[in-house]
């Protein structure tokens, strides 16, 4: 598990430091996801197989997730649960189809690879914004 954290970098937002968790096996991949969220501010955890992400879920204050679909020895699912049950909002950054991911996991956000640091950073602002918001309703 490779934890990375340049200095703090404050902005829009990210109106605070936050922890994202990267679940990828392939590190070119997940070097591409991890940057634009360090330039966003956020302190990043890469976890390339699921037994380091289950062990950053449960070790770490996660504000979200960036999980590839199609990890290599098994699916997402037992990963999807932990997040849940810890209130970790999650994103799946995939080659598959939106529909393949959606068919699985109803209502799930998408980022289709190849993607744009901007569509990335969207999205991923978008479902911790979102999860911030009700939590505190």
Avoid: W
């Avoid at 200095?7 to 994202?20: H, S």
């Avoid at 199609?70 to 997040?83: A, M």
């Avoid at 744009?116 to 969207?122: A, H, S, T, Y």
Wanted: charge should be negative; hydrophobic fraction near 45%.
């Amino acid at each position: 598990m490779t934890v990375l954290s340049p200095p703090l970098k404050l902005t829009a937002q990210m109106p605070q430091r936050k922890t994202a968790l990267v679940v990828e096996t392939n590190y070119l991949v997940a070097s591409s996801v991890e940057g634009p969220l360090l330039g966003a501010g956020f302190r990043v955890i890469v976890a390339l197989d699921a037994e380091e992400a289950k062990t950053a879920i449960s070790t770490h204050q996660l504000a979200v997730a960036v999980i590839d679909f199609r990890l290599q020895h098994g699916g997402p699912e037992g990963l999807v649960e932990l997040l849940r049950a810890a209130g970790v909002p999650y994103v799946f950054c995939t080659a598959s189809s939106t529909t393949e991911v959606v068919e699985s996991f109803p209502g799930a956000r998408v980022v289709e690879k190849p993607f744009g640091d901007d569509i990335l950073l969207m999205v991923v602002t978008e479902v911790v914004n979102f999860a911030t918001m009700t939590r505190r309703l």
